[in-house]
C-alpha cells in the first residue's frame, strides 16, 4: 500500500527549470528517508538528491549541486525537485523513493538497487 506518484517531466531547452513532484502515501512520511533517483538511457540508475528521516540530512550529486534543490511539503505528505539550469546530461526517467532500512543517504554505493519503494517515474528530456 506504499504509493509515490511523481509528476512535473517534460521536455525543456538547456538552461530551463522543472520542478519535479512526488505524493507519498500509506506509509508514515516524516519516519523514513525519500530522495530521487535517475536513469539516463544505457546507464545505470543513480541517485540524485535525498532527505534523511525527519530531514536531519540532505544529499546532493556533485553534479547537480548548486542547480538543484530538494524540499518537502509534510502537510501533503510530498516531496519536490526543483531543477535549475538543465544541462543536457540531465536527461534520464527520474524516480521518487523511499527506504525503510537505510540511513537514507541515496549517494551510498547500492542505494539505486536496495532502496524499499519506488514509484513509476517521469520523463525529463533536456535539448541543447
Known amino acids: 500500500q506504499v504509493r509515490l506518484v511523481e509528476s512535473g517531466g517534460g521536455l525543456v531547452q538547456s538552461g530551463g527549470s522543472l520542478r519535479l513532484s512526488c505524493k507519498a502515501s500509506g506509509y508514515s512520511f516524516d519516519h523514513f528517508p525519500i530522495g530521487w533517483f535517475r536513469q539516463a538511457p544505457g546507464k545505470e540508475r543513480e541517485g540524485v538528491s535525498c532527505?534523511?528521516?525527519?530531514?536531519?540530512?540532505?544529499y546532493y550529486r556533485d553534479s547537480v549541486k548548486g542547480r538543484f534543490t530538494i524540499s518537502r511539503d509534510r502537510a501533503t505528505n510530498t516531496v519536490y525537485l526543483q531543477m535549475d539550469n538543465l544541462k543536457p546530461e540531465d536527461t534520464a526517467v527520474y524516480y521518487c523513493a523511499t527506504d525503510f532500512e537505510s540511513n537514507g543517504n541515496c549517494l551510498n554505493p547500492g542505494a539505486s538497487y536496495q532502496w524499499d519503494y519506488w514509484g513509476q517515474g517521469t520523463q525529463v528530456i533536456v535539448s541543447s
Open positions: 532527505l534523511s528521516s525527519g530531514g536531519r540530512s540532505t
